[in-house]
């Protein structure tokens, strides 16, 4: 039976990163996923955005951290992730949503954002040809922006392998082995692996993973639609977040990638909850029309591809992260809420610095944040 120290099981936006950072700290590790290639399940699916301009620490921090790595990536390893610092940009319509987003100020900035409230003329400039009518201001966070995410995970996964992480594909996690209340390793639909560790980071399929071993965790898969364009000569590049809800949606969101290309996306409501992936016929009159009432000289873009990819949700729209109190050995790295790719890096040299108990204390925050056994309750303010 082939042993490691680590197992994780996913090789998505935070298995891959977690085995990147286990291999930098020397830790066998071994990586098992059931596509053909890393990023094939639902990386592949974000739309890229990577914001730290988040409500609460832990995410804040978290993010920050993938930040550093995202924007020095191709400085220190050569590889393309087509990083864009082109910010987020939160536009406001409405005086509640003022109001929030201008309460939220003090603690971002605590936790080192780089961030402000402006006023209409100034969220003009940044969003150009915004509809001004009744416009109120926004946030601007600068220094966030997007990469790709399959050239992202691709680089992650050589950096992995370089490191001497194996990856193991076209292979399913059928059940965690437990002996004595402790983990022994995997049972995949192949073969057996031994390790003392198992770390779910499986996404949409956690819940599946943990009842394995009797473990229930609050993770729901739910799905999102999302589409790109033509590509056209930039004119914005920022991410653009209207966080009012109309019918049949929370907010919608939108940014001209490093290609020209407008990607989008829309948070259902009610969510869709489920496994299902094939797109659906409302996504782009819903959608569509609500862009370009915001950004009326979108309105002749033609749009090439639409897909649906899922999101691992929790109650409070926060990751679980953390070790399991019913079976030792088992690590919770999931329910990203659809902010895996963000999140990843961050939460990947978390986990590994839990493994070989090297934990500071901003990760004990972070982690008591992202606790499997905290009080579900309430809501991050910009999930």
């Known amino acids: 039976m082939k042993t490691s120290e680590v197992i994780i099981v996913g090789a998505g936006s935070v298995g891959v990163p977690t085995a990147m950072a286990l291999g930098e700290l020397g830790i066998k590790a071994r990586v098992i996923d059931m596509h053909p290639s890393p990023g094939q ?43 864009l610092k082109g910010g987020y ?31 209409p003329k100034e ?11 009744g416009l109120r201001g926004g946030t601007f966070s600068p220094d ?22 194996a990856f193991h594909f076209k292979e399913r996690v059928s059940k965690i082995q437990v002996k004595d209340g402790r983990v022994i390793g ?23 993973l943990g009842r394995t071993v009797g473990v229930d965790i ?42 020209g290309q ?40 033609r749009v090439r591809r639409t897909w649906r990819g899922l999101y691992p949700m929790t109650p409070d729209g926060s990751p679980v992260v953390g070790w399991n109190r019913q079976v030792n050995g088992l690590l919770h790295a999931t329910g990203m809420c659809g902010q895996g790719l963000m999140l990843g890096p961050g939460t990947g040299e978390m986990v590994a610095r839990m493994i070989a108990d090297q934990t500071t204390d901003d990760d004990q925050m972070v982690l008591e944040e992202f ?3 905290r009080k579900f309750v309430g809501e991050e303010a910009l999930k």
Request: a neutral charge; glycine letters at 6%; hydrophobic letters at 35%.
């Open 123 to 133: 969220i003009q400039q940044v969003i150009p040809g915004i509809n001004p009518q």
């Open 371 to 373: 606790s499997p056994y």
């Open 186 to 208: 995997v049972e995949t639909d192949q073969t057996r692996y031994a390790a003392p560790v198992v770390v779910d980071a499986a996404g949409p399929f956690s819940t599946e």
């Open 144 to 165: 966030d922006g997007s990469i790709s995410p399959l050239l992202t995970v691709n680089a992650f996964y050589r950096r992995a392998v370089d490191l001497g992480v």
């Open 262 to 301: 407008v990607i989008f996306c829309m948070t259902p409501d009610p969510p869709i909850i489920g496994t299902a992936k094939g797109e659906t016929s409302v996504f782009l009159p819903q959608v569509c029309a609500r862009i370009v009432h915001l950004l009326p000289r979108l309105k002749n873009l």
């Open 89 to 119: 940009a939160f536009p406001v319509y409405r005086k509640t949503d003022e109001t929030m987003l201008k309460k939220l100020l003090p603690v971002q900035k605590k936790y080192g954002l780089n961030i402000d409230y402006l006023g």
């Open 41 to 83: 399940g639902e990386n592949k699916h974000a739309i890229g955005g990577i914001r730290a301009t988040h409500s609460d620490p832990g995410k804040i921090l978290t993010c920050s951290r993938s930040l550093e790595i995202f924007t020095s990536w191709e400085k220190l390893y050569g590889d393309n992730i087509e990083w």
């Open 218 to 259: 609050p993770v729901v898969p739910d799905s999102h639609e999302s589409a790109i364009t033509e590509p056209v000569k930039p004119f914005f590049r920022c991410m653009v977040v209207d966080i009012r809800p109309a019918p049949g949606s929370k907010n919608f969101y939108f940014y001209q990638n490093l290609h």
